[in-house]
C-alpha cells in the first residue's frame, strides 16, 4: 500500500532522532540529580505487539517526554517478562510434546534450555512497532526476568518475606489446570476476562437415606432420598456429605402415583418439579432438623470407609443458598472452596481421587481409573442413571473459568502450595494506597481497595519448570525448611556447590531447573538431607521486583536503586489493577513498608468497533501496520490519548473517529505549518513586538497562553483527555478562525501577523510534542533559531506567559463568533451566498476597540459593506440568541449583483488555478464562454479586474473547451478553463 505523506514524513524524523541521538540526548541533559522515576511493567516477550501494547507504549512514552521537557532525567529501560506458562506453552508445541509426564521424560533440561533459545525471537517485531510509534527507550541494554542477577534479587525479596514468617506452606483449593497441572490465580484468570458461558448438563441426583433415621417428628421410611443438584458430575464420585442451610425450610413431596419422597428446599420446590402433579406430605422441616442424617453413598469408595472420619451425612453450613438448584448441595471436599472449608470444620475425610493431571487415580471406582473427568461424565451420570439415582437432568449456562494459557477448563482442587500471607499485612496495604495518586482517581478507593479488602494469601508457587526456582529446602527427614537468599548463601549451604556451580561466576551459574535441584543442603535440625521444594515462583513475583531487581539490588547498585524508589509514575490497563498494580504494592509493602509508586495510570481495553475482544482469528480491527502507514503514527497516538480509554473505558476502535483526528487536528497542524512555510523565506525579527498587534492577534496570545497553563495543569495530573482537548480546540481557532482571518495581512506581509504566527505555532509544537512528538519535530526543524535545540524533545516545556491573558478579549472575540454565525445562519436562511455582498448588518453588541478591527473582523467574515442602526434596513431579517440580536439586510441592488458576480467568477479562475497547480506569481492564460449577452456584458465591463486578481496574461472568449468550470452568476451561467502553459512573473 503507499504510504501516507505523514507517514512518511515521520519516519524522516525517525531517522533523524536516530542519527542525531535525540533520546540519548534528552536523558543526558537532564540533571542527575533531578530524576523521575518511570517503571515499565516487563512485557511478555512470547507475544507479538497489539493494540493494547501501543497503547501503554504510548502513554509510557508521553510522560517521559513531558517530564523531560520539564527539566527532570527520566532513564527509560525496556525489560522482558521471559519465564512463565506463555513460553512453556510454546515450548512444549516446539518439541512436540504434551503434560508434565513427557516433559519430564525428555528431560527438564532440554526444556529449559528451548525456552531460554526461544524467548526473545519476538523481539525483533516488537522493537519495530516501539520504534515507529515513537516510543522513545533503551531497547537494546533491556533486562530480563531470567537474568541470573535479576533471579537473585527475587530470592533475595522471597527471603526478606521468610524471615518476617510470612510464607507458608499449606493446602487450599485453588483454581487449577489439569493441563498445565499447575494452580493458577484467579487474578491471571480474570484479567483477560477467561470466564465463558458454556451450556452443560446439570444433573438431579437422589441420595437415599438410610431407613429408620429420626427427624423433627418424623422417620425415614425405606425410600426417602435427599435431593441435590451439581454442574460437575464429574465430582459425584468424591462425594462425602451434604450440605442444608439451618434456617432454611425445607419440604418432603411427592410425585402422585410414585412412592419415593423427595427433600428440598421448599422455595425450590415449584420449580424443581415444573410439570409435574405433586403432594406436598411435609412443609415444616428445617434445615437443621436434618443435621446428621445418614444416606447411602452414591459408590462406596475405601479408602473414605477406611479412613475412620465420619462420611455421607447431612450437615449444615452457611453458603447453603436456594437461589438455585434444590438447596442441598453436594460436598466433595477437596474440589470446592466451600466443600474444602466444611471438610476441614467436620474433619471430613479428605481422600484425592485425582492425579495432578485430573484424570481419576486407584483410589476411584474401578470403571472410571484412568480416565480424564470431562471425558468420564457421561459414563458417570449413565451409570447413576442406570441405578435410578438421577432424579432429572437439564441444560444449564454458566460462567466457567478457562485456562489463561492454554484454554483447558479448569477445575477446583485443593492443593498444596506456598502462600505469602497477606492478612497480616492487610491493614498496611490499605494504609498505604492512601499516598497513590490514581488515575481515574475512583480507582483509589473503588476497585482497589476493594481488591486490597477481599485479597487472599498470594499463591507464589507454581508446580512448572521455566521460572525462578523456589529457593525453599526441606529436610527430608525431619521437613525442617530453609529459605535461601543469594548464591553466596547457597555457596556457603549447600553440601555440594562446587559439583554443580563450581568455578562459575554469577553471571555463569543457572539458577533455573534442573541444576538448581541438584543441590543439597543439610539440616540443622537432625542433619539429614534438605532438597528443593519442586515449585517454581509465580511470575508475578518476578514482575513486582522489577524495581530491585532489575538493578540486582541489593548485591550492587544499592544507591542508585535507593533513589528511585517509590517510582514517580507506572501506567497499564485495567486488568492490572488485580495483577501487576497489586503485585507491585504487596511488594513495596511487605519489603519497603512503602508504596512502590506516586502515581498510576490505568488505561481501559480497546475493543473492537462492535465491542468485541480483539481477535486475530476473527479479524475485527484493522492491522495497526495499516492505520500507521495510511494516517502516520501520531495521528493514533492523539486518538488514542484524546479517547475515553484513558480514562479506564473500553474504547470501541473506530476508524472514523480516527480519520477525524486526521483531519481536524494533525492536518490542521500541517496546513498552519505549510502556511507558514510560504513565507518562511522572509527575513523579520521573530520577536514579538506586543505594540503593534492587532486584536486577532492578541486573542490568539491569550488562547495560546490559557491553552499552556491549561495543558500543563491537565498533563501534571495524568488527564491526556483534557490536555488533548485543549490542544485540538486551540489548533482549529488558530488554523481556522486567526489564519483565515488573517491571510490578508500575510498577502500585505504584516510583521506582528508573521510573529504572532510564528510565536504561537513554536509554543503549540513544544505543548504537544509530548503527545504528537513527530508533527511537532516537523513543525520545529522549520522554527527553531540558532539559539534552539536542535530538537523539540531537547527543549524546556514554554512557561505561561500571564501578560498575555486576556480575559476580555477571549469574551469580545466569543460574542464576535456568535454574531458572526447567526449572520451566517442568515444568509442561509435567505440563501444567500458567502460570496454575495450584503448592503448592511445590525448587532446589539459594542465591541469598544480601538479602530474598529473586531468590527471590522465581522463585516469581512461575514461580506457585508457596513454596520448601520437597526432601523435604517429596508428589508430586514434577524435573529435573536441570548442577549444578542443580529439583523441583515437582505435586499440586493444591482451593484452588489455585480460585486457578486465578479467574486464567484475570481473564485472559479483560483480554484482552475489550483487545479493547475499554479503558484501565485505564475501568470495563464484564460478562457471563458457565456449563456447569454447579459453575463457577455458583465465580462466585458469587469475584464480589466478579473484579469488583474486572478492573475491572468489574457482572458478571451472562446467556444469550443473540454471540461470547464461552470460558474453561477446572478445574470446567467459563465464557463471557464485556464490553459496548461504558464509563465513565471518573478
Ligand atoms: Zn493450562
Ligand atoms: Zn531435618
Redesign the pocket.
Known amino acids: 500500500m503507499e504510504k501516507n505523506k505523514y507517514a512518511q514524513q515521520e519516519e524522516e524524523t525517525l531517522k533523524f532522532w536516530k542519527k542525531e541521538r535525540i533520546f540519548e540526548k534528552s536523558v543526558e541533559e537532564r540533571p542527575k540529580n533531578a530524576p523521575y522515576v518511570f517503571y515499565d511493567g516487563p512485557p511478555f516477550a512470547t507475544g507479538l505487539p497489539h493494540y493494547g501494547h501501543i497503547l501503554s507504549s504510548v502513554l509510557k512514552d508521553l510522560y517521559p517526554r513531558y517530564f523531560t521537557m520539564k527539566g527532570k532525567r527520566v532513564r527509560r529501560r525496556w525489560g522482558w517478562d521471559c519465564h512463565g ?1 506463555p513460553v512453556e506453552t510454546l515450548v512444549e508445541k516446539k518439541l512436540g510434546i504434551s503434560g508434565k509426564k513427557q516433559i519430564e521424560e525428555n528431560g527438564i533440561e532440554l526444556f529449559n534450555q528451548t525456552a531460554r533459545d526461544m524467548v526473545l525471537n519476538y523481539t525483533d517485531q516488537w522493537q519495530e512497532m516501539v520504534d515507529r510509534i515513537g516510543r522513545f527507550v533503551e531497547f537494546k541494554n533491556s533486562y530480563k526476568t531470567m537474568d541470573t542477577t535479576y533471579m537473585e534479587s527475587v530470592w533475595w525479596a522471597l527471603k526478606q518475606v521468610w524471615d518476617k514468617g510470612l510464607i507458608y506452606e499449606g493446602r487450599k483449593v485453588l483454581m487449577y ?1 489439569p ?2 497441572e499447575t494452580p ?1 490465580s484467579n487474578a491471571e484468570v480474570s484479567m483477560d476476562n477467561n470466564y465463558k458461558d458454556v451450556e452443560e448438563e446439570s444433573v438431579y441426583i437422589k441420595f437415599k437415606l438410610k431407613p429408620n433415621q429420626k427427624f423433627k417428628n418424623y422417620e425415614t421410611k425405606d425410600s426417602a432420598y435427599m435431593l441435590a443438584w451439581t454442574t460437575t458430575p464429574w465430582t459425584l464420585p468424591a462425594n462425602v456429605a451434604l450440605a442444608v442451610g439451618a434456617d432454611i425450610d425445607y419440604s418432603a413431596v411427592r410425585i402422585m402415583g410414585v412412592a419415593e419422597l423427595y427433600i428440598l428446599a421448599s422455595k425450590l420446590v415449584e420449580k424443581v418439579f415444573k410439570g409435574k402433579e405433586i403432594e406436598i406430605i411435609h412443609e415444616d422441616i428445617k434445615g437443621s432438623d436434618l443435621d446428621g442424617m445418614f444416606y447411602e453413598p452414591l459408590y462406596e469408595i475405601p479408602a473414605v470407609t477406611n479412613s475412620g472420619n465420619k462420611a455421607w451425612y447431612v450437615a449444615t453450613a452457611d453458603f447453603v443458598t436456594t437461589k438455585e438448584g434444590t438447596g442441598v448441595v453436594h460436598t466433595a471436599v477437596i474440589y470446592g472452596e466451600d466443600d474444602y472449608a466444611l471438610g476441614l470444620s467436620l474433619d471430613l475425610p479428605q481422600i484425592p481421587l485425582l492425579d495432578s493431571a485430573a484424570k481419576y487415580n486407584k483410589e476411584a471406582p474401578g470403571f472410571l481409573q484412568g480416565k480424564y473427568i470431562k471425558d468420564a461424565e457421561e459414563e458417570i451420570v449413565l451409570d447413576l442413571e442406570n441405578r435410578k439415582l438421577i432424579f432429572k437432568k437439564e441444560k444449564f449456562t454458566h460462567s466457567y473459568p478457562f ?1 489463561w ?2 484454554d ?1 477448563p479448569l477445575i477446583y482442587n485443593a492443593i498444596s502450595a506456598w502462600f505469602i500471607d497477606i492478612q497480616k499485612i492487610k491493614d498496611r496495604l490499605i494504609e498505604l494506597n492512601e499516598k497513590i495518586n490514581w488515575y481515574p482517581d475512583n480507582l483509589k478507593h473503588g476497585r482497589f481497595l476493594n481488591i486490597l479488602q477481599t485479597a487472599p494469601d498470594w499463591n507464589i508457587s507454581r508446580n512448572r519448570y521455566w521460572a525462578t526456582a523456589l529457593p525453599f529446602f526441606k529436610c527430608i527427614k525431619c521437613g525442617q525448611v530453609e529459605c535461601v537468599g543469594s548464591i553466596a548463601e547457597l555457596k556457603e549451604k549447600a553440601t555440594n556447590y562446587d559439583e554443580v556451580y563450581g568455578g562459575k561466576t554469577t553471571d555463569q551459574i543457572d539458577l533455573h531447573r534442573p541444576y538448581i535441584d541438584k543441590i543439597k543442603l543439610k539440616c540443622p535440625e537432625c542433619s539429614s538431607i534438605m532438597a528443593r521444594v519442586p515449585e517454581v515462583v509465580d511470575c508475578w513475583v518476578e514482575s513486582a521486583s522489577m524495581p530491585f531487581a532489575e538493578f540486582h539490588y541489593p548485591f550492587e547498585n544499592k544507591e542508585t536503586f535507593e533513589k528511585r524508589f517509590p517510582g514517580h509514575f507506572i501506567g497499564e490497563y485495567i486488568a492490572q489493577t488485580r495483577a501487576w498494580f497489586y503485585y507491585m504494592h504487596v511488594i513495596g509493602t511487605l519489603l519497603f513498608d512503602d508504596v512502590a509508586y506516586l502515581n498510576v495510570v490505568t488505561t481501559g481495553t480497546i475493543l473492537s468497533e462492535s465491542g468485541e475482544k480483539l481477535s486475530k482469528s476473527k479479524q475485527n480491527y484493522p492491522d495497526p501496520w495499516n492505520i500507521i502507514n495510511s494516517f502516520g503514527a501520531d495521528t493514533l497516538r492523539f486518538y488514542l490519548m484524546n479517547s475515553v480509554v484513558m480514562q479506564a473505558d473500553n474504547l470501541f476502535f473506530n476508524e472514523k473517529d480516527l480519520r477525524e483526528i486526521y483531519n481536524k487536528v494533525i492536518n490542521l497542524f500541517n496546513n498552519i505549518t505549510n502556511f507558514y512555510d510560504i513565507y518562511s523565506d522572509i527575513k523579520y525579527d521573530r520577536k514579538l513586538n506586543l505594540s503593534q498587534l492587532s486584536s486577532l492577534d492578541k486573542w490568539l496570545l491569550s488562547r495560546l497562553s490559557n491553552t499552556v497553563k491549561n495543558t500543563t495543569n491537565f498533563l501534571d495530573n495524568y488527564d491526556t483527555v483534557r490536555a488533548t482537548r485543549e490542544i485540538r480546540s486551540f489548533v482549529e481557532d488558530f488554523s481556522t478562525w486567526w489564519l483565515r482571518r488573517s491571510r490578508d495581512r500575510f498577502q500585505n506581509q504584516e510583521l506582528s501577523a508573521m510573529q504572532t504566527l510564528s510565536f504561537a505555532l513554536k509554543t503549540l509544537a513544544q505543548i504537544s510534542a509530548p503527545i504528537i512528538p513527530f508533527t511537532t519535530e516537523y513543525i520545529w526543524q522549520k522554527l527553531k533559531d540558532e539559539k534552539d535545540p536542535i530538537s523539540v524533545h531537547l527543549s524546556d516545556w514554554p512557561k505561561v506567559d500571564e501578560k498575555f491573558i486576556d480575559v476580555e478579549i477571549e469574551e469580545r472575540m466569543d460574542k464576535l463568533r456568535q454574531i458572526v454565525e447567526m449572520g451566517h445562519s442568515l444568509r442561509s436562511k435567505n440563501s444567500l451566498r458567502v460570496r454575495q455582498p450584503l448592503k448592511s448588518v445590525y448587532f446589539n453588541y459594542d465591541f469598544k476597540d480601538e479602530g474598529n478591527q473586531l468590527e471590522g473582523l465581522i463585516l469581512d467574515e461575514l461580506n457585508v459593506e457596513e454596520k448601520v442602526g437597526e432601523k435604517n434596513i429596508k428589508k430586514p431579517d434577524g435573529l435573536e440568541g441570548g442577549e444578542l440580536k443580529v439583523v441583515i439586510e437582505t435586499e440586493l441592488d444591482a451593484d452588489l449583483l455585480e460585486k457578486g458576480d465578479l467574486r464567484e467568477v475570481i473564485r472559479g479562475l483560483q480554484l482552475l488555478r489550483k487545479q493547475a497547480l499554479l503558484k501565485p506569481g505564475d501568470m495563464v492564460t484564460a478562457f471563458y464562454r457565456v449563456e447569454n449577452d447579459a453575463v457577455d456584458k458583465f465580462v466585458e465591463k469587469n475584464k480589466s479586474v478579473i484579469t488583474k486578481e486572478a492573475a491572468l496574461e489574457t482572458f478571451n472568449l472562446k467556444e469550443d473547451m473540454e471540461e470547464p468550470l461552470e460558474v453561477k452568476t446572478s445574470r446567467g451561467k459563465l464557463y471557464l478553463k485556464v490553459s496548461e502553459n504558464s509563465t513565471n512573473k518573478n
Request: charged content about 20%; proline content about 0%.
Open positions: 506458562l489446570c493441563r498445565c493458577v485456562c494459557r492454554c483447558s
